[in-house]
């Protein structure tokens, strides 16, 4: 069965940093799409940061961009989302997903659907 299992979540303060894992069992990871999504509290779910099979391939929302790092260790079968000079405003709960619609590219804008979604791990930035 295929299962996603985030964790690396926790309270922080503003400027700080956190790395967040998705452990990936029951498919091969380095053939398929990983995608990290958030839901902050009254507001829909949004798309993060993608990985693609070709690790070049990367896609960030612009909020992130420049703050936040997606990688992979496909021996251990994990992803990776380094979050550095955090915002209150990223706080939400943070998913990791998988897709089986591709592999040498990615989106998070609604145009590629994700097949399986991991618990979700809480990230809280507050002073």
């Known amino acids: 069965q295929l299962q996603l299992v985030e964790s690396g979540g926790g309270l922080v303060q503003p400027g700080g940093s956190l790395r967040l894992s998705c452990a990936v069992s029951?498919?091969?990871?380095?053939?398929?799409?990983i995608g990290w999504f958030r839901q902050a509290p009254g507001k829909e779910r949004e798309g993060v940061s993608c990985i693609a099979s070709t690790v070049a391939f990367q896609v960030h929302a612009d909020s992130v961009k420049g703050r936040f790092t997606i990688s992979r260790d496909n021996a251990k079968n994990t992803v990776y989302l380094q979050m550095n000079s955090l915002k209150p405003e990223d706080t939400g709960v943070y998913y990791c997903?998988?897709?089986?619609?591709?592999?040498?590219?990615?989106?998070?804008?609604?145009?590629?659907?994700?097949?399986?979604w991991g618990q979700g791990t809480q990230v809280t930035v507050s002073s």
């Open positions: 029951g498919f091969t990871l380095d053939y398929n799409v």
């Open positions: 997903a998988a897709s089986l619609k591709r592999r040498y590219s990615c989106s998070i804008d609604g145009t590629l659907e994700y097949d399986y």
